[in-house]
Every structure is written in structure tokens, then in C-alpha cells.
């Protein structure tokens, strides 16, 4: 019961691009809201991107506004995070959640590590310079 399992990471030059895949075990909108974060070594876990499962409506960190785009496809129960135009400062692993928390604002736990109960167990994303 909420397995979540990413996949797509890897190496790549600054100014490629990446999509990290998260299949979840059950619906993706059994979750009220799914996100990415990530955490590089020594820094604390942030958001990166979440998204309503139920209305779509997606939320960005600044620092990847623009560049980075979250969507899901309900038919294959699949979260996914398009990464384009990356930096060095994106190497981080990162990690798929999903939160039942229903009523709590979406935008707001992009910015809320606690709010997600359910994690995936990362996947390694490395850009060089």
C-alpha cells in the first residue's frame, strides 16, 4: 500500500534533459497531492514540484520554473517530472511523494517535506559543468 518506485535518473551534461518516471502502486489520485523533491548531500530536502491529482494544477520551486515540468498519467498510475535545460546546482537525488492529506493546500506542502507520508526511494540525478 503506497508503493511509490522512480526510475530516469542519471548523468548529463549542463543544458540536457532528463524525465524521472514514480509508478505508484495504487490510483495516482488516491493521493490528494503527489510531488517531487530533492536533496543534495549535506542540504535539507526540498521541494521541487507538486500537482493536484484530482484538478492538475501543478506548483514550482523557483529555482526550476521554467525549466521543469510535473505531470501524471492516471491510465498507468505514473507521476513524472520533465527536467529541461539543467544545471549543476540539480544534482540531487530525488524522490517521488504522495499525500492523502485531503483539504491541505498543495502549493503550500511544496514547501512541506511532513506533509508527504509516502516516498519513494529516490533516484540519482548527476549534471555536469
Known amino acids: 500500500q503506497g508503493q511509490l518506485v522512480e526510475s530516469g535518473g542519471g548523468s548529463v551534461q549542463a543544458g540536457g534533459s532528463l524525465r524521472l518516471s514514480c509508478a505508484a502502486s495504487?490510483?495516482?489520485?488516491?493521493?490528494?497531492?503527489m510531488g517531487w523533491f530533492r536533496q543534495a548531500p549535506g542540504k535539507e530536502r526540498e521541494g521541487v514540484a507538486t500537482?493536484?491529482?484530482?484538478?492538475?494544477?501543478?506548483y514550482y520551486a523557483e529555482s526550476v520554473k521554467g525549466r521543469f515540468t510535473i505531470s501524471q498519467d492516471n491510465a498507468k498510475n505514473t507521476l513524472y517530472l520533465q527536467m529541461n535545460s539543467l544545471k549543476p546546482e540539480d544534482t540531487a537525488m530525488y524522490y517521488c511523494?504522495?499525500?492523502?492529506?485531503?483539504?491541505?493546500?498543495?502549493?503550500?506542502?511544496?514547501?512541506?517535506?511532513?506533509?508527504?507520508?509516502?516516498w519513494g526511494q529516490g533516484t540519482q540525478v548527476t549534471v555536469s559543468s
Open positions: 500537482i493536484y491529482t484530482g484538478g492538475g494544477s501543478t
Open positions: 511523494a504522495g499525500s492523502r492529506g485531503i483539504g491541505l493546500s498543495c502549493y503550500r506542502s511544496l514547501f512541506r517535506v511532513n506533509d508527504f507520508r509516502y
Open positions: 495504487e490510483y495516482t489520485y488516491s493521493y490528494y497531492c
